[in-house]
């Protein structure tokens, strides 16, 4: 096998009974690397019990398992907790299986699911939603906007149950996703705060999130199980952090900053078979020799082993083409010709040199067996419809479920559901068996459905299936109502008979629903404002007043009481004066007589 | 903001334009299924993921998923390999391939993008969009937006960019998306020219041009579809993407080639940096040049006057003449017979012509059945349009009846406008502008059935009309408004070599092409009304000889 070189880059085993870590660098085409960060932590034994509401557990002493975790599980009786954050578009055709079989990466945005121990379901739920709060405040996610409208039970997907419960209990696998929750810097704090390290030393100490968000694809994951010996059970917690490096790009960032200014022309790289002068070159692929060290690729080398009182094996393996050169700090201890192993020893900080001579000279991809893509179709506001392609890469045909999970805001149409094999319409029943159909309620429960599926070796399904889309409510539409509103991922388990062999995800879909033109209502709302206003004034004027000449008004007024009244004062005024006129005139022609006597 | 940050496009990447250019104009004479071919291994190559989709001919794309994007959205960048001018888009197609592989490098981008190398931006790339959101296996997302890109010959340099934005039966891309293009465009220095303004025109801003460019505008939007060349951005229309198509002119001017390329960069990167889809008003617009716009309040009036004209001169053809209101319910079912069972003939029509038309398997047996059918069509213009020569004894109604089709035929015409008037503002203000002869037919025939008034009016026009035989404004009044006139005038002085051939060919066939609705709206609108009115004129009882009589 001298063809290939298989790297399993850097491999920190720690045979510690409460903590462990691993990291492994994977070389894969076009000069990306898959970056696999593994942390384990186990709880020290103890007793789990049901808790009622209110009751605090009892457990105070949790070693290398985080402090802030544990009473979260005990007192929502939180058996099993499974959280996701995943960005990026994963790219089955270069780097084939997703690592770990997908069964630690969820699909874009944030996924969480848990199993839960709870006499009834709505039970269940009440913890669900303490559970998803109290990790929505503590991962500074979205998570508490987990309601009943995006909550789902699966059940064959996501099945994986290894607690039994109190007989009086059942345990209840529940389930949501955040499709469009951007994942951020502010995920990853928390998630290193749970490490014993505290993402101080050991290969922890390499994830800065500048770089690790600078992939091409990242994903986070939290496994907590509980394990249980007769009565004593432990929590197992599993973190991993993957993440695709472009490497190129890396270094690019790295020598020139983050904007990708042209290549300066000496760097060019041209193909000289075609024409090429001091105008013209034909550029040549990646380039197939690089020198790179683990600080240029994450920003910082590792800050020596997790604890100092412990030795750290350090395993790598290289052969033609690939050179390993341990910068500083390093103690070779064993280096076996095979898998050769190096060991982190001590708090010096430590970085690799890789130098390779053939970047394609690279492990074989394991491919991934089911390649699946789902697309909208149509174009309205009204309806849509949903595309499912997959694609069975195997020489054996492949069975798995298809769970999905609309929004109740896409009214899903079974009856719409079409099979086409291969370009050829078939009756679905032959590939595709319904396992589970949950309606939605508006606003209450989301779609949920889950699709038995086998396909033949080497075909292709396509599964088209149509919706409508319904109104919302004015107050329900998000500040962005034009972004489109996001459609979780589905999930793609396959089985074979022996059990769960790997998951895949889907991507997430943006659908456009009729959305109001929210600056319209005001512009209403003025207009018919001023109009009402209008209209209101002048009917109250026609109501109450009438419309008169001023003949008639002067004929009216005179009619009035306080013309009445002046006219009675005037009147009386008259005849006061003309009786003292009356008895001057009389009294005058009285002395004028009495004169003449 | 548009054009803020600096486009790195620049430099280096022109070395690698030109590689790619050199390397394509040896290539430029393969077929489009070989050329896909070597472009695919290119796009690879720059880490593009490549599929084809095979219609009636096969389309290349090539997707850049965004790093850690959510693979919701994508942006297209449409690369015909023959531009609409039928040359070799050889400066487009170096552009698009340089551009693939500098997208790559970047890592801000949110929304994916798309490159397609279709065979031209009609047919083909219309096609690539309708199975973009029907039957493609691998799809980035929904399109947000898309510039269509042309760049004829070798030249290094360019003059200024040609910008079309018509879609199809009247949708118009979101003006901000225009404006991101244009304002981008004029940071680069780069004149933007509309309606086909040639380039020493370009930068003028005077009242003639603006007006130029507007005319110009309503007409583009009314033929957008059914006119050669198709520049692309009517392939997007439909299915809420906004459209643009630029083409870089001339080959002198002060522009290189990589200036081009940072227009596409910096709209997408402005495309990119939006968190909502285009949305609002913006829709609705005529532009007089790269940075003036008439806005739907100010345009729609107009046709909503000429809808209403129809509708006053319809209630005039029942109040002007004997015919009463009581007469007319009486005859309303006749009417609706009469106007049903022509609107089915015209049905009938409109969908046999574009299926004889996909039937015929030669360009020659093409070519010479559209002639048949313009002949077929200018025959019945003139016929009918002659009611006076064809008078029929006993096939005979009564003028009350025709009146009112003439009526009813006004009144459906307005409907129509009126249907139109925010769909397609141009469809409706042409159609209204066009068939308004029909509204004097009522008068005419009424000087014809009663004395002809020699009394002046105040119009010089309508003292000259006066004084025409009747026989021949009516004459003129139908042929004028007949659809294929219309068709022959604009296809002959209007469209240059060939124009009328391919105007009735592209109108006719565009709907199963483009799905450009305009043949369906013109012959189940317009062309009934107008035969309606025709018929109504030769079968209706006017003395058409008498009144010549008392004339002479």
Redesign the interface.
């Known amino acids: 096998m001298n063809f290939w070189v298989f790297l399993s880059l850097l491999w920190v085993s720690l045979a510690h009974q409460y903590y462990n870590e691993s990291l492994e660098i994977t070389p894969l085409p076009r000069n990306n690397l898959l970056a696999q960060f593994e942390f384990e932590v186990k709880s020290l034994p103890q007793e789990i019990k049901y808790h009622e509401n209110g009751t605090e557990s009892s457990t105070t002493h949790y070693t290398y398992f985080p402090r802030s975790v544990g009473p979260l599980l005990e007192n929502s009786n939180t058996r099993e907790l499974h959280l996701r954050f995943t960005q990026g578009w994963w790219d089955a055709e270069l780097w084939g299986k997703v690592p770990s079989d997908g069964k630690k990466s969820g699909g874009t945005g944030v996924e969480l699911w848990a199993i839960i121990e709870a006499p009834s379901s709505s039970q269940a739920l009440k913890h669900w939603y303490k559970l998803s709060k109290s990790l929505s405040g503590f991962f500074c996610a979205s998570l508490n906007f987990i309601d009943d409208s995006i909550t789902t039970f699966p059940l064959s997907s996501f099945a994986e149950e290894s607690f039994k419960a109190d007989e009086a209990n059942k345990l209840f696998l529940i389930r949501a996703a955040l499709p469009s929750e951007p994942i951020c810097t502010e995920n990853l704090t928390p998630f290193l705060k749970l490490l014993p390290t505290r993402g101080k030393a050991g290969v922890s100490s390499l994830l800065d999130g500048h770089k690790i968000f600078d992939s091409l694809w990242h994903s986070m994951s939290i496994d907590i199980k509980t394990q249980c010996v007769d009565d004593v059970c432990n929590y197992q917690m599993d973190q991993s952090i993957y993440a695709i490096i472009d490497v190129p790009r890396c270094l690019r960032k790295h020598e020139e900053g983050a904007i990708a200014k042209p290549i300066q022309g000496e760097n060019l790289r041209c193909d000289t078979t075609k024409d090429h002068d001091i105008w013209k070159c034909f550029p040549l692929g990646l380039p197939t020799e690089l020198n790179y060290d683990l600080e240029t690729i994450f920003g910082r080398p590792i800050r020596g082993s997790c604890f100092t009182d412990e030795v750290s094996p350090v395993k790598v393996n290289f052969k033609d083409g690939w050179k390993i050169d341990i910068k500083e700090g390093l103690n070779i201890n064993t280096l076996s010709s095979d898998h050769p192993i190096y060991e982190i020893k001590g708090t010096k900080p430590v970085n690799i040199d890789f130098n390779i001579s053939n970047t394609t000279n690279i492990p074989k991809i394991e491919a991934a067996p089911l390649i699946v893509s789902r697309s909208l179709t149509g174009y309205s506001q009204d309806k849509g419809g949903f595309r499912v392609s997959f694609t069975n890469t195997q020489d054996n045909e492949v069975k798995f479920i298809y769970f999905e999970s609309l929004p109740w805001f896409t009214r899903l149409y079974l009856n719409t559901l079409r099979a086409t094999v291969d370009g050829k319409e078939v009756d679905f029943s032959d590939y595709v068996h319904l396992k589970h159909y949950l309606p939605a309620i508006d606003r209450k429960r989301p779609s949920h459905m889950e699709l038995e599926v086998i396909i033949p070796a080497h075909k292709t399904l396509i599964l088209n299936y149509k919706f409508d889309k319904s109104l919302l409510l004015y107050a329900e539409y998000p500040p962005d109502a034009n972004h489109g509103f996001s459609v979780e991922p589905a999930v793609i388990t396959v089985f074979n008979d022996s059990g769960k062999l790997f998951e895949l995800r889907t991507t997430s879909s943006l659908i456009t629903l009729p959305t109001p033109d929210f600056s319209m209502p005001y512009n209403v709302i003025i207009l018919t404002g001023t109009v009402m206003s209008l209209a209101f004034g002048s009917v109250v004027n026609l109501l109450i007043k009438d419309i008169i000449t001023e003949e008639e008004y002067e004929k009216l007024a005179a009619q009035g009481k306080l013309q009445k009244l002046i006219a009675k004062i005037r009147f009386r005024i008259k005849f006061v004066v003309t009786t003292i006129k009356n008895i001057i005139f009389n009294v005058k022609s009285l002395i004028a007589s009495l004169v003449r006597k | 903001m548009p054009s803020q940050v600096t486009s790195?496009?620049?430099?280096?990447?022109?070395?690698?334009v030109?590689?790619?250019r050199?390397?394509l104009k040896k290539l430029q004479h393969l077929p489009t299924e070989e050329l896909n071919q070597i472009a695919e291994e290119w796009l690879t190559?720059?880490?593009l993921?490549t599929s084809y989709h095979h219609g009636d001919s096969s389309s290349l794309y090539a997707i850049m998923?965004?790093?850690?994007?959510?693979?919701?959205?994508a942006m297209v960048l449409s690369i015909p390999w023959k531009t609409s001018d039928g040359h070799f888009n050889l400066g487009g197609a170096s552009i698009g391939m340089a551009l693939g592989?500098?997208f790559n490098?970047?890592?801000i981008w949110s929304k994916n993008i798309i490159i397609v190398f279709t065979e031209d931006s009609h047919k083909s790339l219309r096609q690539w969009v309708e199975a973009y959101?029907?039957?493609?296996?691998?799809?980035a997302?929904?399109i947000e937006a898309a510039i269509i890109l042309e760049y004829n010959g070798e030249s290094d340099h360019f003059d200024y960019i040609e910008m079309w934005y018509e879609g199809l039966n009247g949708q118009l891309p979101n003006l901000d998306f225009l404006n991101t293009a244009a304002q981008i465009a004029y940071h680069e220095n780069i004149h933007v020219s509309l309606q086909n303004t040639p380039g020493e025109k370009v930068t003028l801003n005077t009242y003639k041009q603006r007006l130029k460019v507007f005319v110009k505008g309503i007409i583009g939007l009314c033929l957008s579809g059914i006119v050669k060349p198709i520049n692309g951005a009517e392939s997007f229309s439909?299915?809420?993407i906004q459209a643009v198509t630029l083409k870089a002119r001339g080959i002198k001017g002060p522009n290189d080639i990589t200036q081009m390329g940072r227009v596409v960069d910096s709209t997408f990167r402005s495309v990119n940096n939006l968190?909502?889809?285009f949305?609002?008003?913006f829709f609705f617009y005529l532009l007089m040049s790269p940075r003036y716009f008439v806005s739907i309040g100010t345009y729609l009036p107009s046709a909503v006057l000429i809808a209403v004209s129809y509708a006053l001169s319809s209630l005039s053809c029942l109040l002007n003449t004997n015919v009463s209101i009581s007469s007319f319910l009486n005859s309303i079912s006749q009417v609706l017979i009469i106007f049903t069972s022509i609107e089915f003939a015209c049905f009938l029509t409109a969908n046999l012509l574009p299926f004889l038309i996909f039937r015929t398997v030669t360009d020659d047996d093409k070519n010479n059945l559209v002639t048949l059918i313009i002949v077929g069509f200018s025959t019945l213009n003139i016929v009918l349009s002659t009611p006076f020569l064809w008078k029929s004894k006993y096939l005979r109604i009564s003028s009350k009846l025709s009146y009112s089709l003439i009526s009813f035929s006004l009144f459906f015409i307005s409907m129509v406008i009126t249907m139109l008037l925010i769909l397609n503002f141009s469809l409706a203000l042409l159609i209204g502008l066009m068939s308004l002869p029909l509204t004097f037919i009522q008068p005419i025939l009424k000087s014809i059935d009663i004395q002809p008034s020699k009394s002046i009016e105040s119009f010089p026009l309508m003292n000259y009309l006066n004084t025409m035989k009747p026989h021949l404004k009516l004459f003129i009044c139908l042929f004028v408004s007949n659809p294929i006139f219309i068709i022959i005038v604009t296809g002959s002085s209007y469209l240059g070599d060939n124009g009328v051939y391919n105007l009735m060919t592209n109108l006719i066939t565009s709907w199963n092409d483009l799905q450009c609705w305009t043949w369906y709206i013109v012959m189940l609108g317009w062309f009934p009304a107008w035969l309606t009115i025709s018929f109504a004129c030769l079968l209706g009882k006017f003395d058409f000889i008498t009144s010549s009589k008392k004339l002479q």
Do not use: P, V
């Open positions: 790195y496009f620049r430099e280096s990447e022109w070395n690698i030109r590689g790619y050199s390397e190559d720059s880490g993921k998923h965004a790093s850690r994007g959510e693979d919701t959205e592989k500098y490098r970047m890592s959101h029907t039957s493609l296996d691998k799809t997302g929904s439909g299915w809420s968190l909502e889809k949305h609002q008003s």
